[in-house]
């Protein structure tokens, strides 16, 4: 499925089996993002942490 990226508006390409806290990055921005939440065909995602410690929800 595909998710619009927060950063740039365009298209991230989010396998259909993808789970919560899996890493998607942007092919036009190439910011990387972790899947936040699934509810349905709907995908959430927040910046990815890259030294943050926000691994625990
Ligand atoms: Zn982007």
Redesign the pocket.
Known sequence: MKVK?P??D?D?NVPDDAVLGEIVS?P??G?EFEIHKIQGSHVELKPAEVEGEDWGE
């Open positions: 990226c950063e740039c365009g991230i942007c036009d921005c910011q």
